[in-house]
């Protein structure tokens, strides 16, 4: 058993917060992503777990025990680092082997766990190659190696795949997820990456400036944001500010002329807000239309297995509608309209 529990956690450098109040649960075996940009707190909260940073006030527990004020090596974690770390002098079995050395196990324990560790992270055949003849991809699994084969409780990750090309990225983080399951290991996984926080995580926790904003799997992050921030930073999303009305008990939007049936817990009629509607719930149509307005200077991006439909409006700004990959620009105008859409009171940086 691995549960971890952050309560009401604090770091502050001088003026900057870099984690505010944060408090967050990791049931055992989850993978839990902390999310966010650059700034965000994402990796001063993933320090403060693995003990090299000490909160300025709240508590780190991990299975009920307050390990706040322990070091992180009477900690049960391991920390696989974004430049892998790894010693070049060293051979891969050595580098794996390292800790448990250093902790005098013996010899054929340690010789029989980095062979078991190597095979788990599927390099078998390299023991006695050095990191300078190794891949980006296989750099990274011996520096997970090295972490596993001290048999942690928790597994932390921080931003481990940044430093790879896209299509090794798309295979590694396959890996990882596969060997967090196979080892049925807590893991906190710390990453700017969406696609990475989307696919390979059981829960996300969105951050940003030290403020933990949503915690969900990856369907709720997307399709029920909680504030404007995690729906601009997850996906793609149309920003635009407008008033709520309350009409025979339907929320609705007033953004200039026009009115926009939205989602929206919890806000007040009369109240500011900002509305929040995906590329895929854009409804293009060819002729004008009941609360439909008409895209200037219209263009396509295509994604090969769809396009994006961009263009501009006088009062709204860019829009961006997701349309299928045979749709074509013609002479006549193109109309868009909201068919969803969520509110939020939530202060937001609207595009333009």
Known sequence: MAEVDLRRVSKAYKDTTAVDDLSLHIKDREFVALL????????????????????DSGQILIDGKDITDLPPERRPTAMVFQSYALWPHMTVADNVAFGLRLRKRPKTEVAERTEQMLEIVGLP?????????????QQQR?????????????????????????????????????I???????????????????????????????????????????????????????????????????????ALAQIGDIRVPVDADGVVDGATV??????????????????????????????????????????????EARVPKAFRLGEEPV???????????TDAKVRS
């Open 142 to 178: 011996v520096a997970l190696a090295r972490a596993l084969v001290l048999g942690p409780k928790i597994l932390l990750l921080d931003e481990p795949l940044s430093n790879l090309d896209a299509k090794l990225r798309v295979r590694m983080r396959d890996e990882i997820r596969r």
């Open 274 to 319: 900002t509305i929040s509607a995906r590329p895929e719930d854009m409804e293009v149509l060819r002729a004008a239309a009941p609360d439909a307005f008409r895209l200037d200077d219209p263009r396509l991006v295509n994604f090969g297995a769809y396009k994006r439909l961009l263009g501009r409006h006088p009062t709204f700004g860019q829009l």
């Open 335 to 345: 109309y868009v309209r909201f068919t969803r859409a969520r509110a939020f009171t």
């Open 36 to 55: 966010g940009p650059s700034g965000c707190g994402k990796t001063t909260t993933l320090r403060m777990l693995a003990g090299f940073i000490r909160p």
């Open 125 to 137: 055949g390299v023991m006695k190659r050095y990191p300078s003849q190794l891949s980006g991809g």
């Open 180 to 250: 967090q399951q196979e080892l049925q290991i807590t893991t906190v996984y710390v990453t700017h990456d969406q696609e990475e926080a989307l696919t390979m995580a059981d829960r996300i926790a969105v951050m940003d400036r030290g403020v933990l904003q949503q915690v969900g799997d990856a369907l709720d992050i997307y399709d029920q944001p909680a504030t404007a921030f995690v729906a601009d930073f997850i996906g793609s999303s149309n920003l635009l500010n407008g008033t709520l009305h309350l009409v025979d008990g339907r």
